[in-house]
């Protein structure tokens, strides 16, 4: 959040409480369709204090892929631990995945960014600009471990990493579109479970 959004916020300003509530209603809702009546009753700021603390809607839809970003960035660190086989890594990556796509009041909300930022980012060059840069971000965490496990001969030495890092995301892609689409927990752990066989393929198992 810029420094020039700071005025007219209100005595008792929570940034990062506001803007927790904004994106339930981003991802709820999704850009267009998250009216400033929508995001001022949420976050429980008048327009003209909603304006003071992050500019226009744009702004701080733009705020709230950032910080779902962030969050995505942290559990997948976590997920991918190294002193973890990589088998436990990736079904580590997709069941904390799981947990924040199957979470939604009134239905699974799937990914963020999937799910919200994928449609506006035609029309709004900077959600295009965020949705890129936090893909690849994804991919280049995972990418980093695949590299690791070709090195300590847990995948075949002609593997190619950053292919297997992008088929890793593009099953965690699928993962947010059929929990936003209702499949069932169970046929989501499925899917789950042949990804990582597909992407390990004879990586050692764990017990």
Not at 11 to 24: E, I, S, T
Not at 55 to 75: A, H, P, S, W
Not at 183 to 201: M, N, W, Y
Request: glycine residues 8%; neutral net charge; proline residues 3%.
């Amino acid at each position: 959040m810029k420094d020039e959004k700071k005025r007219g916020r209100p005595r008792a300003f929570d940034a990062k409480a506001a803007l927790g509530k904004a994106r339930d209603v981003f991802w709820d809702r999704g850009f267009a369709a998250a009216s400033l009546d929508n995001l001022s009753a949420a976050t429980n700021l008048n327009r003209p204090s909603l304006y003071g603390a992050f500019g226009d809607k744009e702004d701080l839809y733009l705020d709230t892929l950032e910080g779902y970003r962030q969050d995505g960035m942290d559990v997948l660190t976590e997920a991918l631990d190294p002193s973890l086989p990589l088998r436990d890594n990736i079904a580590r990556v997709y069941a904390g995945a799981l947990t924040i796509y199957l979470h939604g009041e009134t239905a699974a909300r799937g990914c963020l960014l999937i799910g919200t930022a994928s449609a506006e980012a035609i029309q709004h060059e900077r959600v295009r600009e965020v949705l890129g840069r936090s893909l690849n971000d994804f991919d280049d965490e995972i990418e980093k471990r695949m590299r690791l496990a070709v090195d300590r001969g847990e995948l075949p030495r002609g593997a190619d990493p950053q292919m297997l890092a992008r088929l890793a995301s593009a099953v965690m892609h699928s993962l947010a579109v059929r929990a936003r689409a209702g499949d069932s927990r169970e046929t989501l752990e499925a899917i789950a479970r042949s990804g990582v066989e597909l992407i390990c393929g004879s990586a050692p198992r764990t017990g």
